[in-house]
């Protein structure tokens, strides 16, 4: 097994756990590891640090699969899988959609599988993953039994590994373009093949739940809706009226699709819009609400974009906190990974005293269990949605 080395300096990250090895971070790199073959790490004293999976054509050298020493065969990938979906098997419930590997906070570096009833949707982020993928897939079916396996490698951040997007069937029978899933209380058509993500939302599952908690005898409006997921929870959860907009037409006919299968058209409305424009021409006209969920997509992909993205989630949140009436509540999610909790916190009391409004911090919520955080890695905890009242 070939071996690198790392920096004398650099160790303290990866010491501490987190699964990278940065390619500035060895010493030197013979040019002969095998894209995905497994190599051993050791630091500069020739200390054993773990075992991972190389790509020379990645900025990120290694991903960590063990700080132990033992065999990386094909049974190791099956315990891991095997591991993955214990926690699910153990502890969900209530839902037939849920993820059940989540990447490196499942000991899988680069394989994301999502449940979707009887079908999984795969998406490989990295070359560990991609040159096993028959072994994984294989695995997936004797695990699983699933009805069929579809692929939805289609994301950009794959080039970083110096891989091609991909997308399509891989095994069994192709999803049928609207699949119904359950949710707690309320079903929603999921588009595999062409939804966007893996074809649903599901680390906002433990936050769509907790709003059809909340939600009752409120007039609600949800922003950045996507297919009405949130829509849903605080329908059946009683809100009086849930106004939902999204910039995508495609996400608004599957949100309206959705009201209608779950019988709450008649309290639906759904706007094609940019949620910045329709936010500022809500409050122009004076509509108050009682509940506003804000659910962006990420706003920024690198530590250099913060600053930007902070503006971004000030003028949403100020937007919402003045359109609430007393008592109102705000649900502001972010899903940026490089933005913490306590930053995010603070941006929201920031646009509160912009207002001249007092807010109440009620809860701060992540992801559920099938979205697994690594302590050592702070940004595999990328889900915030804070729960907030305004008076
Ligand atoms: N809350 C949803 C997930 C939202 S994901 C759920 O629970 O399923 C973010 C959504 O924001 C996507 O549907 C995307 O189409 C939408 N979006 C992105 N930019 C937008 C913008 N400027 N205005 C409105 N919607 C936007």
Redesign the pocket.
Known sequence: MKTLVLKPTRTQRIRGGHPWVFAGEVQKISGEEQPGEVVQVKDAKGKFVGLGTVNPNSNILVRLLTRMEETIDDDFWRRRIEEALKVRGDYLTGTDAYRLIHSEADGLPGLVVDRYGPYLSVQILAMGIEVRRDLIIQTLIDLVKPRGIFERSDVSVRRLEGLEERKGPIWGQTPPKSLIINEGPYQIGVDIQNG??TG??LD?RP??LRVGELAKGRRVL?????????TMAAALGGATEVVS????AE?IALGEANAQMNGVSERCSWVT??????LREQEKAKELYDMI?L???AFTKSKDSIPGAIRGYKEINLRAIRMLRPGGMLVS?S?SHHMDAQTFVSVIQDAANDSGRRLRQLDLRGAGIDHPVLPAAPETNYLKCFYGTVN
């Open positions: 966007q993500k649903f939302f906002q936050n769509r949800n922003a950045f809706s996507y297919s009405g997921g949130f907009v999204d910039i995508s996400a819009a940019n949620a910045f424009d329709f969920i659910d962006p997509p999610a899903c």
